[in-house]
């Protein structure tokens, strides 16, 4: 049972015994009014020793009633001051040094995603960048979202409006790469949009939006990006009718959790060793176990897909694979080190 549950219980054993009491001494005194029942209920309970203000040495039913009073009564209220204690170090005091550690992780953060909403999208979303090894900072209105979060792993969280920018302060959104808003709402979300463009102008946005009306005023906000369940609902129905066996092969792609196979992006940065090498040089396949699906130019609005090996990479380049999580991230690791080697 929790120790709020019990707490509550204990504190109405409490209130019964008080009541119980207070009854007694008023039916059982002589000419004891009701402020004196209660007076000498509370002095009895908490045993401070005052006089008894209700006299019992001339009434034996009065004392035997008092002895069940002290009896059962000390026994309540000794069980309620250690719950209310448990209560408080187990809560207040719990949850306080738990934030703290939290804020200080959150602090020591770089380049991480901000999540705001942490309902059913915005759980898909923390899962699969958890998954890809992402570091994510999440944020919520709703605690019990927030603390279900726990089953997925230690994700750093914050509880509070997504709009605020003390929030978002709190979040690292000067740190950050990007956010995430998945909140229920579009107008919501549009409001996050706004409100992390207007503080952040270079951090990318994407944007849930399930009203097509409000993608165009997401975007002009400055949202990098908007995704649409309906649209998404709607491409996946008609995949599972045209190309049942590729939705199939990506369906169990993402749902592999001993390969975690994903279909990742390795910017390649200006003065990577990369740059001037061919792929067949770079060696994804031999090095890094990664297959070359696409390579983007840098100011080019297209992929070049399925590139030869003899394809050169160019600086600012991004290279499209597929491969094993851990795989991916030593590979975009190896890119970053080859720089901080040049410099």
Same mark, same amino acid.
């Given at each position: 049972?929790?120790?709020?549950?019990?707490?509550?219980?204990?504190?109405?054993?409490?209130?019964?015994?008080?009541?119980?009491?207070?009854?007694?001494?008023?039916?059982?005194? %002589?000419?004891?009014?009701?402020?004196?029942?209660? $007076?000498?209920?509370?002095?009895?309970? /908490?045993?401070?020793?005052?006089?008894?203000?209700?006299?019992?040495? #001339?009434?034996?039913?009065?004392?035997?009633?008092?002895?069940?009073?002290?009896?059962?009564?000390?026994?309540?209220?000794? $069980?309620?001051?250690?719950?209310?204690?448990?209560?408080?170090?187990?809560?207040?005091?719990?949850?306080?040094?738990?934030? &703290?550690?939290?804020?200080? +992780?959150?602090?020591?953060?770089?380049? =991480? /995603?901000?999540?705001?909403?942490?309902?059913?999208?915005?759980?898909?979303?923390?899962?699969?960048?958890?998954?890809?090894?992402?570091?994510?900072?999440?944020?919520?209105?709703?605690?019990?979202?927030?603390?279900?979060?726990?089953?997925?792993?230690?994700?750093?969280?914050?509880?509070?409006?997504?709009?605020?920018?003390?929030?978002?302060?709190?979040?690292?959104?000067?740190? @950050?790469?990007?956010?995430?808003?998945?909140?229920?709402?579009?107008? *919501?979300?549009?409001? !996050?949009?706004?409100?992390?463009?207007?503080?952040?102008?270079?951090?990318?946005?994407?944007?849930?939006? !399930?009203?097509?009306?409000? @993608?165009?005023?997401?975007?002009?906000?400055?949202?990098?990006?908007?995704?649409?369940? #309906?649209?998404?609902?709607?491409?996946?129905?008609?995949?599972?009718? !045209?190309?049942? %066996?590729?939705? /199939?092969?990506? *369906?169990?792609?993402?749902?592999? /959790? *001993?390969?975690?196979?994903?279909?990742?992006?390795?910017?390649?940065?200006? =003065?990577?060793?990369?740059?001037?090498?061919?792929?067949?040089?770079?060696?994804?396949?031999?090095? =890094? &176990?990664?297959?070359?699906?696409?390579? +983007?130019?840098?100011?080019?609005?297209?992929?070049?897909?399925?590139? =030869?090996?003899?394809?050169?990479?160019?600086?600012?380049?991004?290279?499209?694979?597929?491969?094993?999580? #851990? *795989?991916?991230?030593?590979?975009?690791?190896? @890119?970053?080190?080859?720089?901080?080697?040049?410099?």
């Amino acid at each position: 049972m929790e120790t709020r549950t019990r707490l509550r219980n204990a504190l109405f054993a409490l209130l019964i015994v008080v009541v119980v009491a207070a009854c007694g001494y008023r039916l059982l005194g %002589h000419g004891v009014s009701w402020l004196d029942a209660i $007076y000498m209920t509370v002095v009895s309970l /908490t045993s401070v020793g005052y006089a008894e203000i209700v006299p019992t040495a #001339n009434n034996p039913a009065l004392r035997i009633f008092n002895i069940f009073v002290l009896v059962f009564g000390l026994g309540i209220m000794l $069980y309620v001051f250690s719950i209310a204690t448990a209560f408080i170090v187990e809560g207040d005091l719990k949850r306080l040094f738990w934030k &703290n550690q939290m804020l200080k +992780r959150i602090k020591g953060l770089r380049n =991480h /995603t901000i999540v705001c909403g942490a309902g059913t999208t915005g759980r898909r979303v923390v899962e699969e960048l958890h998954k890809t090894r992402r570091d994510i900072v999440v944020i919520d209105l709703d605690p019990a979202r927030l603390e279900r979060l726990s089953s997925i792993g230690e994700i750093p969280v914050i509880e509070g409006d997504a709009s605020d920018e003390e929030i978002l302060d709190l979040a690292g959104l000067d740190f @950050a790469s990007g956010v995430i808003t998945a909140l229920p709402n579009d107008k *919501d979300n549009l409001v !996050v949009v706004i409100t992390v463009r207007l503080k952040h102008p270079n951090v990318r946005i994407v944007a849930r939006c !399930v009203d097509a009306k409000m @993608a165009d005023k997401m975007l002009r906000a400055g949202a990098s990006s908007t995704v649409s369940p #309906n649209s998404i609902g709607g491409m996946r129905l008609a995949s599972e009718m !045209v190309r049942p %066996h590729v939705v /199939t092969f990506l *369906d169990m792609m993402l749902r592999d /959790t *001993d390969a975690t196979l994903r279909i990742e992006e390795i910017p390649i940065p200006f =003065h990577s060793a990369w740059v001037g090498r061919s792929l067949g040089q770079i060696e994804l396949r031999e090095q =890094h &176990n990664l297959s070359c699906l696409a390579i +983007r130019e840098p100011g080019e609005e297209i992929f070049r897909y399925n590139p =030869h090996d003899s394809e050169v990479v160019r600086g600012n380049a991004v290279v499209v694979v597929m491969g094993n999580v #851990n *795989d991916i991230h030593n590979a975009r690791g190896a @890119a970053t080190a080859e720089v901080v080697r040049r410099a």
